[in-house]
């Protein structure tokens, strides 16, 4: 059998052991800890690296994504009734959060170049849903999907018109850049994820980040029980149990010192799919639209034209059969069953870009022959 590659594996950098052997030493099995408040500092350092923000970051290490976007929508005071504007194209760990609290996702189509939320029909949506409920929605979730940063300035522009905060889904987006700063840090609220296949893990985790100390003060409280500061145990709001626990923390610490590593390997692997498929009429991989768009290619993703000679599904099968795993882009949300009574702002560019599209391996563990594996197939599949 042939040497399996995978779409992005876990990749160890060799330091984790160390970081959970010192929790077990010191006893520091618990959802707190030395390396949870580490970790969160190596968070908020890579954030502010390399940037021209002055603004810092403050970062709360959190039991998964998902639960980053739970509280984001608790801080922002989401509940019963309000509406969300949620970009349609993503994993539906982006919008499920929104009916956590009751309230309804109003879904909202991209635009061709980055895949991400279509700042025109954003405004179109907002417009529409201030005429139709006589309310603004109370906050907009962006994602940089598939590690390809949206199009913040448009976005941030017609948020600030309407004075609606910006929750910033950037699951997918450690690492990526737009102008000069870091995915996660536009928004009123930014979200990572360290889940097992992401650009690092901690084999299950999360992080919400704050823009003040205050802001992560009151995501801790809501993430550790709303507990009131009393001996005795009182209880203002509802909380939730949503902090990450020392050891996962101590796997993301040894992950930070490869962090860079993997950011470097995802863009080169880019590279690579981006000279092999130059030439091909069939194939448009998904790259940066612009110099100030950073993607950290968490997943490397192609596009057949609609005249090419066989489906991505079939590009999919050939690989499987070769033992690589490929898979088909999110289905987007409005698409979705579970959401099919949900507004939607529609103008079939996701829907497409699903049809037409497939993310081909990127993690740390695919080398340059794999790749070469990898793209003579797509094009001797192409070629039949
Ligand atoms: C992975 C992911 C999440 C959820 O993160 P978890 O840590 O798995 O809960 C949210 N949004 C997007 C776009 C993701 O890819």
Redesign the pocket.
């Known amino acids: 059998m042939k040497k399996p590659i995978y779409l992005c594996l876990a990749h160890m950098g060799g330091s984790e052991q160390r970081y959970i052997q010192e929790a077990f030493d010191t006893n520091w099995v618990v959802p707190l800890g030395p390396n949870v408040n580490g970790f969160e500092e190596d968070l908020e350092r890579f954030l502010q690296s390399g940037t021209t923000s002055t603004s810092a970051s403050h970062v709360c290490a959190l039991s ?4 980053a ?1 739970h509280l984001a929508m608790v801080l922002l005071g989401i509940k019963v009734g309000d509406e969300v504007i949620c970009q349609s194209f ?2 539906a ?2 919008a499920n959060p929104i009916t956590y609290q009751g309230a309804t996702p109003v879904f909202v189509d991209s635009e061709t170049e980055t895949w991400n939320i279509s700042p025109q029909l954003l405004q179109e949506a907002i417009e529409d849903r201030i005429s139709k409920t006589g309310k603004k929605p109370k906050a907009i979730i962006v ?1 940089h ?1 598939y590690g390809m940063p949206a199009k913040m300035k448009e976005i941030k522009a017609i948020a600030e018109h309407y004075d609606i905060p910006i929750v910033e ?1 950037a ?2 987006a450690l690492g990526s850049s737009y102008n000069g700063q870091h995915c996660g840090t536009f928004g009123e609220y930014g ?1 990572l ?3 097992g296949n ?1 650009m690092i893990t901690t084999g ?3 992080a919400i980040v704050c823009k003040t100390q205050e802001a992560k003060q009151r995501a801790l409280f809501y993430a550790t029980q709303a507990r009131e500061s009393f001996p005795y145990y009182q209880h203002e709001y509802i909380g939730y149990n949503y902090r990450l626990s020392n050891i996962c923390a101590g796997i993301g610490r040894g992950q930070m010192e490869v962090l860079d590593q993997h950011i470097s390997h995802h863009q080169h692997i880019a590279e690579l799919y981006a000279q092999a498929f130059t030439d091909n009429p069939f194939i448009t991989l998904h790259t940066n639209p612009d110099t100030i768009s950073n993607s950290n290619y968490w997943l490397n993703t192609i596009i057949l034209s609609e005249n090419a000679p066989c489906s991505p599904d079939d590009i999919r099968e050939a690989l499987a059969k070769e033992n690589i795993e490929s898979r088909p882009l999110w289905k987007p949300m409005h698409l979705q069953p579970v959401f099919q009574n949900a507004p939607a702002y529609v103008n079939g560019v996701s829907e497409k870009i699903f049809q037409h599209g497939l993310c081909l391996p990127s993690g740390p563990w695919v080398s340059d022959k794999d790749v070469q594996r990898i793209v003579d197939i797509c094009l001797s599949t192409l070629s039949v």
Request: proline fraction near 0%; glycine fraction near 18%.
């Open positions: 998964a994504g998902t639960a976007l993503t994993f760990a982006s994602v999907l889904d699951a997918e979200i994820s360290f889940n992401k299950g985790g999360g």
